[in-house]
């Protein structure tokens, strides 16, 4: 039976970068899997601001197209300023979606990460998906976002629980990163995709896989 997936990434890439081959894996297995991006990722920088934007949205599309998810919303708050725009106003249009989508399971930001974005995205998911009666969701889970996890706050450090197998889906995350090109780095930076490969392998072999991604258990309900 399918179930509904929704990823909610503070901008467009973390979807990719967080659990690209884990969203290749639902949809293969029938999921629908339904993504939202909180800010617009360009706001901060300021230079030819609405051509950027529109390059960055056509990448998350095909990305999405890519991992065969569905964009369910731009939401466009401005890039590293999610701290500027009152909680509630970021609240109530997840709490809407999340209404409307009725997903089984969400995936998500860190509560540690480094970036501002990433952190209160976490804090505004955790208040949308609060854990009222009748609610559909039955696992939240978060992800990891090179370039931020890594070097986030002391004693919030990432400490993954769940571990998917990606062996057969990891080349998808691949094609659908080339898509955001623009956001990559050379290695040894730890957004290149050599550190990305390498992360993959090296989450895969602390139990016994190939190449895994990792995740953080932060809610379940079983057994409703």
């Not at 967080?18 to 293969?28: K, Q, V």
């Not at 939240?140 to 070097?151: K, Q, R």
């Amino acid at each position: 039976m399918s179930k509904n997936i929704l990823i909610i990434a503070a901008h467009p890439d973390d979807e990719v970068l967080g659990c690209g081959a884990t969203m290749a894996r639902h949809t293969h297995h029938g999921d629908n899997v339904g993504v939202v991006f909180v800010s617009d990722g360009v706001g901060a920088r300021n230079s030819d601001f609405e051509n950027n934007l529109k390059k960055r949205k056509e990448s998350a599309l095909k990305a999405l197209k890519i991992l065969g998810a569905d964009c369910l919303s731009f939401l466009d708050f401005p890039d590293n300023r999610l701290d500027t725009i009152p909680f509630l106003d970021i609240v109530q249009p997840l709490e809407d979606i999340i209404n409307a989508f009725n997903p089984s399971i969400v995936y998500t930001h860190h509560y540690g990460d480094l970036n501002i974005d990433h952190a209160i995205v976490h804090r505004a998911i955790m208040t949308a998906c609060r854990p009222l009666p009748h609610t559909p969701i039955e696992e939240i889970y978060s992800y990891e976002v090179v370039s931020s996890t890594e070097w986030g706050l002391q004693g919030a450090y990432f400490q993954p629980n769940r571990f998917v197998d990606v062996s057969d889906f990891f080349s998808k995350k691949i094609e659908a990163i080339q898509a955001y090109h623009e956001e990559m780095r050379l290695f040894p930076h730890s957004r290149s995709i050599e550190h990305i490969d390498a992360l993959a392998v090296h989450r895969g072999a602390t139990v016994g896989l190939k190449k895994a991604e990792a995740f953080f258990l932060v809610r379940a309900i079983h057994g409703r």
